[in-house]
């Protein structure tokens, strides 16, 4: 079985200019969360999406956006980037939403997108 | 919302010798919790996870013990390796959401 894929991997971008990310989620996931990694911040939390919806946002501004499509495929999106929002972007997937009662489902990581905005 | 909070940042050890990290959380309704691996430029994987209702969990070399009532919890690796060199994550998961802390990165001397 696949795992979870990226694209792309890597990215440089300047101040101003736009985004697209893309994550496949293994086989039968439905749902896929999105992590910012920096260095010392550990993993932040962006989003997650179920069956096309969003189910949960974390705290950063409304440049950073997502979508899942019917095939459970995330995109996400930032628009007008800033120098700090370089960083390596990780998708993950799991079977059921976080905020599912009583889910303890393992996050499978991607290899992440790293962008580096210039 | 959940806040986790790692520490320490970073540890150096011994091959052979122990090595422990410790995270708390902040919300008391959280009931799962996860640590994940993440070997230098590769994905992050779990490696152990504990719930609620069980205070300690071993798996060959690592444990991980939880202490409800406190808030905290703690991984336990022994006999370290050079191939446990990584940046550890715990995580907490609420009704909401799955929190990590900010991370440990762990050196194994040889």
């Known amino acids: 079985k696949a795992g979870v894929t990226q694209t792309p991997r890597y990215l440089i971008k300047t101040r101003g200019q736009q985004v697209t990310l893309s994550c496949s989620p293994i086989s039968g996931h439905r749902s896929v969360s999105w992590y910012q990694q920096t260095p010392g911040q550990g993993l932040q939390f962006l989003f997650e999406y179920f069956s096309e919806t969003q189910r949960n946002k974390g705290n950063f501004p409304g440049r950073f956006s997502g979508r899942q499509f019917s095939n459970s495929r995330s995109e996400m999106n930032v628009s007008t980037l800033e120098l700090g929002d370089s960083a390596l972007y990780l998708c993950?997937?799991?079977?059921?939403?976080?905020?599912?009662?009583?889910?303890?489902?393992?996050?499978?990581f991607g290899e992440g997108s790293r962008l580096t905005v210039l | 919302g959940e806040n986790v909070e790692q520490h320490p940042s970073t540890l150096s050890v011994q091959e052979g010798d122990s090595a422990v990290i410790k995270c708390t959380y902040s919300d008391s309704a959280s009931n799962y919790f996860p640590w994940y691996k993440q070997e230098l430029g590769k994905r992050p994987q779990l490696i152990i996870d504990i719930r609620s209702n069980v205070g300690e969990k071993k798996d060959q070399r690592i444990a991980v013990t939880l202490n409800k009532t406190a808030k905290h919890f703690s991984l336990h690796i022994t006999e370290t390796q050079p191939e446990d060199s990584a940046v550890y994550f715990c995580a907490a998961r609420n009704d909401y959401k799955l929190s990590f802390g900010a991370g440990t990165t762990v050196t194994v001397r040889a």
């Open positions: 993950a997937s799991s079977l059921s939403p976080s905020n599912t009662r009583g889910n303890t489902g393992e996050l499978f």
